[in-house]
């Protein structure tokens, strides 16, 4: 692959990772293990099978480990920088911060969060639609422990439904942007993913979505976590290529030798 092929991503790594305490007390959620392997570790290793050789980790909690461990990306074959703000800026505030990195067509994910999506596609899709946002979305079932009575206004029921189960698109925290949505940006102040969806909707602008039918799961609590990890040892190749001259091509690199390993 040739240098002008090189593809960019932000991944926010800063969470305190609230809801997995107390570990995150003394780990930063992205080095969370899922097996042997902090999870920012493996979401690094797919994104560089996939061609994402020049990364800027948005760091702030514990963000000393988070350098320690990975410092320039040379064990993990791609070049890392790192941002952190003064104050909190929310999800895409800090992109203002990285105006004079972002290339044409970035990557924009969550560090704390494990998936078969394959970012190259991911990538192709959003550069077709034109959009200024792509978002990664996937179905989610809920499940109802209830019966659930229907009524009509005059509060006869209408009908009954034992324990149903509903479908919504939910998003990933995986997103491609192009340069043009900085303008939807304001500076210096905190601004999510929310606020710039509903900006951008507010302006009529069009947003894309990708849909990954595949495995996700964030690692938002307990129950999240241990989910990946019986996925990851049941299912590693789907999650981490193994063939290194695949990888030697994607970031044009000598062979290295991955850190990650199986649970077994």
Known sequence: MMNGDRKFAVVLAGGRGSRLKPYTHVLPKPLMPVCDAPI?????????????CDLTLAVNHLEGLVRS??????????????????????????????ADRLPESFLVMNGDLLTDISFSQFYEAHTRSKCVLTVGT???????????????EAGLVTGFREKPRYETLVSMGVYMMSRDVLNHIPEDRPFG???????????????????HRGEWYDIGCPEDLENANIAFAERRPKFIRQEQDTLVNACGVEPWETNVESCG
């Not at 809920?142 to 009509?152: E, K, M, N, R, S």
């Open 40 to 52: 920012l570790e493996v979401v690094i290793n797919q994104l560089r099978d996939h061609g994402f």
């Open 69 to 98: 461990y990975f410092g320039d990306g040379g064990e993990q074959g791609v070049a890392i920088n790192y941002s952190k703000e003064d104050r909190p800026l929310g999800t895409v505030g800090p992109l203002r911060l990285l």
């Open 138 to 152: 996937f179905t989610r079932e809920h499940l109802i422990a209830d019966g659930v009575i229907d009524t009509d």
């Open 193 to 211: 993913m929310d606020d710039l969806i509903l900006r951008l909707l507010e302006h009529n602008i069009p947003i894309n979505t990708f849909h």
